[in-house]
């Protein structure tokens, strides 16, 4: 039961900044766009399914913010996606929506194996290696 004043744990990924775990007065996915700025176009990009996602501005290359990270998809028309702007990295208590009615998904405290997975996406030597690639599939498609 969530009561006012509990704290979940979020990793909060500022442009040139490292990452950071930050305690949160929050209880679901969508509030915790707030960390990054009032009224973004929110948008969930799932990490590892049903239970770490990303929350991103979409709307951040539009607006002009700054590369903060590369990330590799599975999408083959973008395979390599360019994150822009201050994210926030959230764990989620899985419901299935089509077995219960919900408002949105609520907070759970990152974990250890959270913090590891970020540190390897957002390793310099693997964001080197993904901006490569990057800048190979644009020239190609010239």
Excluded: H
């Excluded at 970020?118 to 080197?128: F, H, I």
Aim: charged share 35%.
């Amino acid at each position: 039961l969530y009561m006012k004043g509990d704290i979940m744990k979020v990793i909060v990924k500022e442009v040139g900044k490292e990452f950071v775990v930050r305690d949160i007065n929050c209880k679901y996915r969508n509030e915790c766009g707030d960390l990054i700025e009032k009224n973004i176009t929110k948008e969930y990009v799932t990490i590892k399914d049903k239970e770490l996602y990303m929350v991103v501005d979409e709307d951040g290359i539009n607006k002009n913010l700054s590369l903060n990270f590369l990330l590799l998809t599975n999408n083959p028309f973008y395979p390599i996606q360019i994150i822009a702007g201050d994210v926030v990295f959230c764990r989620i208590k899985w419901e299935n929506p089509w077995e219960k009615e919900l408002y949105d998904f609520e907070l759970d405290d990152i974990t250890e194996e959270d913090l590891k997975e970020v540190a390897e996406l957002l390793d310099v030597k693997y964001q080197r290696e993904l901006a490569t690639q990057y800048f190979e599939i644009n020239l190609q498609k010239r």
